[in-house]
């Protein structure tokens, strides 16, 4: 296992020997035959919603432990709707409360819920690159999901974004996406471009103020848009960033009205898109700083269906990643 | 749906068109058909506690959201217990460290939990109305039940009143009850006036010092008695209120000790009252407050056998809810 | 029941009236018998942890109440695994946040939770006695397992290091058997020596510095050593304690550093016991303090396997007090 981290030796840290999903770590590398595949099962998960009974037994008897090293309720709800959805037994551990206050170290802690027969760990935490020291450190036969690493990833949003781009405009391969907002804080625009970028998209188009895009856009094959009008305009899909609050009040902008009146998704606005463009949005919603009230319950918005895709994709990369045996 | 909150259009903010009870948010305005169906059907849920399995599959598939947006432990875990022995599917929000804090509004919290497929939400809140609101703006299929607004109601305790006076005393058409202690603030008081009055009880009392009586009691036939001897006196069923310890602080009481008193149950005042009347508490006891622990713990206590009956109720009332299909 | 607690009436305060577990509160006073039952049923349950379907149906239908007036992610963790896979119903109370809070008395809730048909609690206090005083409380059905109270027991980890024993070295007759640290300010080790002694080993040595035993251990049976090499000389069994890092900068020890260098286990000192001799420790681990991680990880560390052992040595005390019908 100790070669496992060292760059160039061939070992991909969250694929297995056969390529397989083992560990949903970042949709960065992930190739495409995989994003392929989550999209596909996350779509055959909807309609188990849909059904009178919504649980399937694929996970039945196994062991998920939600470690959430930084609060986020929503997040957690989600991830433990969709193991129960697979039968799993679920266990939340508020881990600000356990040994790890104790000075207990990270791995230590881990290796201490794997001897309770933990098969799969769902790890939010503030430090990027917490989960793949996690990954690189678990037995072969366990299970790591990154639900969250400080500003580096958060895999499953951008999947969820993935899935709900397919199930309203089929194929990527002739869409033109706009990502909108505060792109150089976001893990969920980093993961999206990614995963638009390898499944086809021919154009993304980041949108917002300079100060908030970061560096090597272009050379990612993003066009750069520092005018909503432009950067709308013909789109078939529209990615609203949340805006921070912390933002509003720092150095980076002059305020939440003026972001508005600049950036904010109003009808108006929405019309230069084409007629059929959906709006999407992670939540929560800050109404009347990124978008209009009227536009996030308008009929183009997506953004309710894609909370419930996103139990769709979760179920789908856990049910994958359980599926593959061990990591080798 | 807009309509729905507008008095005098017809439509009951409870019921569905055929007058089933599709949420629960008071006690009052419930028909008395409506009423007994709850009570007898919580009578029929007391025999399962008793079963070797205790649970039912009336809500198998269903998700019941528990959303206490005001904390209180005993009330949460008699939601939950009841709704998994109904075989539901529960999931607690801590719901004060959720995005509602990151100023999400609460129809956008609620919109959310019901794209994750919510089909039920139990609701506390520090607001009064907090509960009609959510439950106006729900999908059709979605269920709310009050678990505590404010000061306004928290219908179940009121219900689990009712199922306990008819499991001892079986006909209310020929009871006296009396109500003692600190109407005034008491959400459980409104609920069980409302209920014994429309439940045909002849005689409802409410006992205590002038500052803890509301106004308007006479006009909904309810008989003020200042004094504790006058007002159970004869009584079938006494309820105890719980004091509030932050009234005896206050300019209302001069002291516990001097309330004790005056309105403390003790056996030499209890022995006014009918000799098989029932003594009842909402609990947590104030013990050498408002109850003497001889009164309490005494062979006419049914403290306790009221919190048996509050896990029945509330399986009734979410049994009865989730099989109303729509709102409409 | 109130002659249960009079010393002297022959009242066992753990066992029923056949002498078999019905709560669980210390190892003191267990016979041999009932102890070698737990650990021969916790053996069996080590096996249900390795099967495809991990759960048994020994407790389905009955409701295990997890009551940590004292927080305790792990141990509550270890406990809420080993209720739900016998199957019980599990639920977990945020204690520190409920009506105890409001001054209910410790009794009183628990009546309302038995109340609610609760089968088992399971209990965590500071109060040194807390879980007597519950189990001379509750009703002849219902059981009490002791999760730590305050420096008086936490028969569990004890329960789990006899298990950890007898699974690698199965006779407990011919072992010598070292514990090494705070003896003085640990629940572990006065379990562990009441155990040890019961089950027949004939050599129990307590080392640390004078200042952390605790007086009365040679009435005991307890060998004192205070030096490490004298004291894991030929020992087949080496458990090491946790040193609480309060200790390290009171008046008791010098610091961590010193500490280690007299009472650390290095992989040189080891070598001083049999070539096959186990080191445990009961968790979180302070590397560097008590224990070296090139010991803690080594191939005679079965500090692991513990924690997995004392999932199935809960299954086991629950399933054996459950299957005890009434306490009298």
Redesign the interface.
Known sequence: MTAAHVRGFGRHPQLNAHGELHHLLSIDGLPMAVLERIISTAASFINV?ER????VPLL??R?VFNLFFE?S??TR??F??AA?RLSA?V?N???T???AA????LL??I??L????ADMFVVRHAASGAPYLIARHVAPHVHVINAGDGRHAHPTQGLLDMVTIRHYKRDFTRLTVAIVGDILHSRVARSDIHALTTLGVPEVRAVGPLTLLPAGLAEMGVRVCTRLEEGIRDADVIIMLRLQ?ERMKGALLPSGQEYFRNYGLTPEKLALAKPDAIVMHP?????GVEIDSRVADGAQSVI?????F??AVRMAVMAICASSKTMQ
Chains 1, 2, 3 share one sequence.
Do not use: C
């Open positions: 919603a009178e009974v919504r649980s039945r008897g062991s609060n309720t929503r709800t989600t433990e709707i129960r037994d266990f551990l508020d881990i409360r356990s040994s104790k000075g207990e170290s230590d802690t290796d201490n794997t001897a309770m027969q609050n939540g929560p919603l800050n109404r309710l269906p894609q909370v419930t996103g139990i």
